[in-house]
């Protein structure tokens, strides 16, 4: 294993004074022909948005350097914008999410501005051939405290565990919507119980599209999150768990083998879910010392958190590099350069993030450097929260000022994204002051 620190030169994408920002890192912000990138412009940095606040859909060309508004949307975040990307197969177009007489459908526009369909129920990603799109139900994760939408007459209270509601498939030529895997479905087929909060999220297909991977995430009863990573065909079928436990960012490292953040904590729910005053007392302690001893109980039990390897045809987890790959992050597989990932961290106390590259095969680690973080003065997160359509549990799970600030423009995550060649990857951050898009060249390093 090699690790060296080599600092890159980190250039804004667009010429523009503008705040901007893409999202997640699962999605590729550069068209085919890498001219043109996707981007969204928000009003304000200072909050979660809520069920009124619009933000731009940005086309960017990057010769001319302009950046044209072709819509405006509500329904997004900031962790992952509105789910922008474009649709594989048609180079010249582009989708977005947005609210269209009260209902979530995916706009998608041609490189002239044309509307050229609205895909029903929204989209969170694309199947490599474009036919098919993969939604979920945004307003749920909003309200149960995921990257969701505060959608206008956002309901108060939600099945736990329904029948009706789970991960969409809609075929992008009829525009025929079905329902591919349930909530009831995981939680019965796995034995996930009916836990007061379920609910499914970060979908994504393997780089051939023969599977889908995706996350069941409920509560235990001292309110703590578990995670159960799924996956299964392209049609539904074949459904099996990978992994249980804590596990956040994911991205798939080839077509059998989904590189992860996590650990298995078996051990750990069946103490947090036994009903023990003191472990629940303990484990819902927001106080620096609360945390201390969470973390100390669940070290205990499970052990270290670190990148994992997961084969998904003979269910083998392997640890990667947790020695020197040692904080969670998003990591980001080149699909030009398969053997390449960039990934991320949170920020320290001091505010600083840093950003990787690693070559998988040769088990090389280049640091590229850190950026920091403005601080962002406390407010009445509670209210705010609530009345923006936030369930009151979400709230208490995280910590009011802790949900606000991590949905908020301010915790401006790297979310790190290779371009199409894996010459170059492209960050969101706001060390500057001002959230904006960034590029930084790696073909130096990526051969």
């Given at each position: 294993m090699k690790k060296s620190t080599i600092p890159c030169v980190i250039e804004p994408l667009f010429s523009s004074e503008m705040s901007c920002f893409f999202g997640f890192h699962d999605l590729c912000q550069f068209d085919v022909s890498e001219r043109y990138a996707l981007a969204l412009q928000p009003g304000f940095e200072d909050r979660p948005p809520g069920p009124s606040d619009a933000a731009g859909i940005l086309l960017c060309d990057l010769v001319l350097q302009t950046s044209i508004r072709v819509d405006e949307t509500t329904a997004w975040n900031f962790p992952q914008g509105a789910r922008q990307q474009w649709w594989p197969g048609r180079d010249d177009v582009h989708v977005y999410n947005k609210y269209s007489d009260?209902?979530?459908?995916?706009?998608?526009?041609?490189?002239?501005?044309?509307?050229?369909?609205?895909?029903?129920?929204?989209?969170?990603?694309?199947?490599?051939?474009?036919?098919?799109?993969?939604?979920?139900?945004?307003?749920?994760?909003?309200?149960?405290?995921?990257?969701?939408?505060?959608?206008?007459?956002?309901?108060?209270?939600?099945?736990?565990?329904?029948?009706?509601?789970?991960?969409?498939?809609?075929?992008?030529?009829?525009?025929?919507?079905?329902?591919?895997?349930?909530?009831?479905?995981?939680?019965?087929e796995f034995g996930l119980g009916r836990a007061r909060t379920q609910f499914l999220t970060h979908v994504l297909p393997s780089p051939s599209g023969r599977q889908l991977c995706f996350l069941h995430r409920s509560w235990l009863e001292d309110g703590g999150v578990y995670t159960t990573i799924c996956v299964c065909g392209r049609d539904g079928s074949a459904r099996r768990i990978l992994g249980q436990g804590f596990y956040s960012h994911f991205d798939w490292a080839d077509d059998e083998t989904i590189l992860i953040w996590g650990r298995p904590t078996d051990r750990l729910r069946r103490v947090r879910s036994s009903g023990w005053p003191l472990v629940g007392a303990l484990m819902r302690l927001s106080r620096p010392i609360g945390r201390m001893v969470s973390r100390r109980i669940s070290s205990g039990l499970v052990g270290k958190s670190s990148y994992l390897l997961l084969n998904t045809r003979t269910g083998h987890m392997r640890r990667f590099l947790p020695e020197f790959l040692d904080e969670d992050g998003h990591p980001c597989v080149s699909r030009a350069k398969p053997g390449w990932f960039v990934t991320d961290t949170y920020p320290d106390a001091a505010g600083w993030r840093s950003l990787f590259i690693v070559d998988l095969a040769k088990r090389t680690i280049h640091d590229l450097g850190r950026l920091g973080t403005p601080a962002l003065r406390p407010g009445p997160a509670q209210d705010y929260l609530e009345g923006v359509g936030v369930g009151r549990e979400a709230i208490a799970r995280h910590g009011a000022w802790s949900y606000f600030r991590s949905r908020s423009g301010y915790s401006c995550d790297f979310h790190p994204r290779f371009d199409r060649r894996a010459r170059s990857v492209t960050i969101d951050s706001i060390h500057s002051g001002r959230r904006q898009v960034y590029r930084v060249d790696v073909s130096s390093l990526v051969r």
């Amino acid at each position: 294993m090699k690790k060296s620190t080599i600092p890159c030169v980190i250039e804004p994408l667009f010429s523009s004074e503008m705040s901007c920002f893409f999202g997640f890192h699962d999605l590729c912000q550069f068209d085919v022909s890498e001219r043109y990138a996707l981007a969204l412009q928000p009003g304000f940095e200072d909050r979660p948005p809520g069920p009124s606040d619009a933000a731009g859909i940005l086309l960017c060309d990057l010769v001319l350097q302009t950046s044209i508004r072709v819509d405006e949307t509500t329904a997004w975040n900031f962790p992952q914008g509105a789910r922008q990307q474009w649709w594989p197969g048609r180079d010249d177009v582009h989708v977005y999410n947005k609210y269209s007489d009260g209902d979530l459908v995916a706009v998608a526009r041609n490189l002239k501005g044309e509307i050229v369909s609205k895909i029903p129920g929204g989209i969170y990603a694309f199947s490599p051939d474009g036919a098919t799109a993969y939604s979920v139900n945004f307003a749920r994760v909003h309200y149960f405290g995921g990257y969701g939408y505060a959608a206008p007459g956002l309901p108060g209270v939600f099945d736990p565990c329904p029948p009706d509601d789970g991960i969409w498939t809609c075929d992008t030529r009829t525009l025929k919507r079905t329902l591919l895997v349930s909530i009831a479905d995981v939680a019965g087929e796995f034995g996930l119980g009916r836990a007061r909060t379920q609910f499914l999220t970060h979908v994504l297909p393997s780089p051939s599209g023969r599977q889908l991977c995706f996350l069941h995430r409920s509560w235990l009863e001292d309110g703590g999150v578990y995670t159960t990573i799924c996956v299964c065909g392209r049609d539904g079928s074949a459904r099996r768990i990978l992994g249980q436990g804590f596990y956040s960012h994911f991205d798939w490292a080839d077509d059998e083998t989904i590189l992860i953040w996590g650990r298995p904590t078996d051990r750990l729910r069946r103490v947090r879910s036994s009903g023990w005053p003191l472990v629940g007392a303990l484990m819902r302690l927001s106080r620096p010392i609360g945390r201390m001893v969470s973390r100390r109980i669940s070290s205990g039990l499970v052990g270290k958190s670190s990148y994992l390897l997961l084969n998904t045809r003979t269910g083998h987890m392997r640890r990667f590099l947790p020695e020197f790959l040692d904080e969670d992050g998003h990591p980001c597989v080149s699909r030009a350069k398969p053997g390449w990932f960039v990934t991320d961290t949170y920020p320290d106390a001091a505010g600083w993030r840093s950003l990787f590259i690693v070559d998988l095969a040769k088990r090389t680690i280049h640091d590229l450097g850190r950026l920091g973080t403005p601080a962002l003065r406390p407010g009445p997160a509670q209210d705010y929260l609530e009345g923006v359509g936030v369930g009151r549990e979400a709230i208490a799970r995280h910590g009011a000022w802790s949900y606000f600030r991590s949905r908020s423009g301010y915790s401006c995550d790297f979310h790190p994204r290779f371009d199409r060649r894996a010459r170059s990857v492209t960050i969101d951050s706001i060390h500057s002051g001002r959230r904006q898009v960034y590029r930084v060249d790696v073909s130096s390093l990526v051969r």
